[in-house]
């Protein structure tokens, strides 16, 4: 078993930056690749950000890109996403996942495990 636990989430105003943290505690000796989701109210959990497990590929969604940055360290088994040029549209609460495996994908129900997620809320 995989523990996921969020971090980082508040209010900030449009332009601003926040970063969230996903510590990563359990089983943690297998290869997972980690991904941020988000899920605003009314709609469908989607993809934001991935990173493969050695943490040199990453993947980002066309809404995001250019403004998050998600990394890890192993050492620390913490997985990061910086947040920097937020819009109201994205105002979710974000959630880590882990999927057992090197390469990251971008269907939530291919993911083992998740956090309980952290509300992120961009003001204008």
């Known amino acids: 078993q995989v523990q996921l636990v969020e971090s980082g989430g508040g209010l900030v105003q449009a332009g601003g930056s926040l970063r969230l943290s996903c510590a990563v505690s359990g089983r943690t000796d297998s290869n997972y690749a980690m991904g941020w989701f988000r899920q605003a109210p009314g709609k469908e959990r989607e993809f934001a950000a991935g990173?493969?497990?050695?943490?040199?590929?990453?993947k980002y969604a066309d809404s995001v890109k250019g403004r998050f940055s998600i990394s890890r360290d192993n050492a620390k088994n913490t997985v990061y996403l910086q947040m920097n040029g937020l819009k109201p549209e994205d105002t979710a609460v974000y959630y880590c996942a882990a999927q057992r495996g090197f390469w990251v994908v971008t269907t939530a129900n291919s993911y083992n495990y998740w956090g309980q997620g952290t509300q992120v809320t961009v003001s204008s």
């Open positions: 990173i493969t497990w050695s943490g040199d590929m990453t």
